[in-house]
């Protein structure tokens, strides 16, 4: 009776495993590693998320999507594959420097930034929130640093 119901169990257990191989066979997620990751990846970018420019109202942002996927990622930044990718995520706005003066107070979500990603190069996001236009707000590569 003991080895009947462990070649049940046993059978049960792959049986419930399959899905799961299955959807680790097709996953095609876009490769995205923490910014102190130890590994030393040539195809990789890095993006950095965590500085803006108050000055020019371009405000940190949050990653919550990549490639249309929600992601978790460090609000430092990360590490991306080589290639086109679009990011979108949220940002908490500093109106210090740049104080809203549209009469049309239009706050809602942006479009995708799509960017092609070189490896190697190190990308700054931000959220680019003009003072007299919150319809025309948006993301934005506000810098690039190439490797040599």
């Known amino acids: 009776m003991h080895r009947f119901l462990k070649k049940l169990l046993a059978g049960a257990l792959v049986l419930s495993a399959l899905p799961v191989f299955a959807q680790m066979a097709g996953n095609d997620q876009t490769l995205v590693l923490p910014l102190s990751s130890e590994l030393t990846v040539n195809d990789m ?75 190697g190069a190190t990308y700054y996001i931000g959220y680019l929130h003009e003072p007299a236009a919150t319809g025309e707000w948006k993301l934005v590569v506000w810098h690039i640093e190439k490797s040599p």
Request: hydrophobic content about 40%.
């Open 45 to 119: 970018a890095r993006v950095v998320t965590s500085k803006g420019r108050p000055t020019d109202c371009i405000a940190p942002l949050a990653v919550k999507k990549i490639d249309g996927e929600k992601r978790i990622v460090s609000a430092q930044g990360f590490l991306i594959e080589a290639g086109v990718h679009t990011v979108n995520g949220m940002a908490i706005l500093d109106l210090t420097n740049c104080p809203i003066t549209d009469n049309k107070l239009h706050i809602g979500s942006v479009a995708d930034l799509e960017v092609e990603f070189e490896p």
